[in-house]
Antibody, heavy 122, light 108 residues
Framework: QVQLQESGPGLVKPSQTLSLTCTVS??????????WSWIRQPAGKGLEWVGR???????SYNPSLKSRVTISVDTPKNRFSLRLSSVTAADTAVYYC??????????????WGRGTLVTVSS | EIVLTQSPGTLSLSPGDRATLSCRAS???????LAWYQQKAGQAPRLLIF???NRATGIPDRFSGSGSGTGFTLTISRLEPEDFAVYYC?????????FGQGTKLEIK
């Protein structure tokens, strides 16, 4: 059973870079046709898609964050990562990693991590 | 960017009632790329409906989805206590992939 697990610092200082990793267990990132995404949710607010990557390293980012976001993949280690630079308090949120299976007729986030809270504060 | 507008923002109902949640898109979305999620406090979203009308594995048949183009609906036929949560629609047709702002279903 494939599972996703986010990890990384829970506290980041303003103007610094937020770095998170999502580890895929129970299956290989290379098996199948998947997009691996980061999604975030500020406390008490809705969900915002941050960006995605596939196992080949092809990326797509939300234009609202594009200048600050980098998503990378490490298929041998079965994980992908998020870097968000120049963070402010507005970047404080629970960050989720999630998967879309593009081999299906329908596309949707079928698998989610449990989420990790990142707080931006000095 | 496709904006998804959910209504109402909050829905106050009692167990056993029927709930109807709306999701309107700012431009047409293929039904193949419209999904609904349920989120409870402190938990990740849980997939309910994909392809606008297909129930995900393990989702009770009291949940149903319908709609096309710019208007989609999630219906819960008879509310159970565990159904009180926040519900989001989401489109994966056009990047950036957007979510509605959510409908909070609360106990009356």
């Amino acid at each position: 059973q494939v599972q996703l697990q986010e990890s990384g610092p829970g506290l980041v200082k303003p103007s610094q870079t937020l770095s998170l990793t999502c580890t895929v267990s129970g299956g290989s990132m290379n098996s199948g046709s998947y997009y691996w995404s980061w999604i975030r949710q500020p406390a008490g607010k809705g969900l915002e898609w941050v960006g995605r990557i596939n196992s080949s390293g092809s990326t797509s980012y939300n234009p609202s964050l594009k200048s600050r976001v980098t998503i990378s993949v490490d298929t041998p280690k079965n994980r992908f990562s998020l870097r968000l630079s120049s963070v402010t308090a507005a970047d404080t949120a629970v960050y989720y990693c999630a998967r879309v299976d593009t081999a299906m007729v329908y596309w949707y986030f079928d698998l989610w991590g449990r989420g990790t809270l990142v707080t931006v504060s000095s | 960017e496709i904006v998804l507008t959910q209504s109402p923002g909050t829905l106050s109902l009692s167990p056993g009632d029927r709930a109807t949640l709306s999701c309107r898109a700012s431009q047409s979305v293929s039904s193949s790329y419209l999904a609904w999620y349920q989120q409870k406090a402190g938990q990740a979203p849980r997939l309910l409906i994909f392809g606008a009308s297909n129930r995900a594995t393990g989702i009770p048949d009291r949940f149903s989805g319908s709609g096309s183009g710019t208007g989609f609906t999630l219906t819960i036929s008879r509310l159970e206590p565990e159904d009180f949560a926040v519900y989001y629609c989401q489109q994966y047709g056009y990047s950036p992939y957007t979510f509605g702002q959510g409908t909070k279903l609360e106990i009356k």
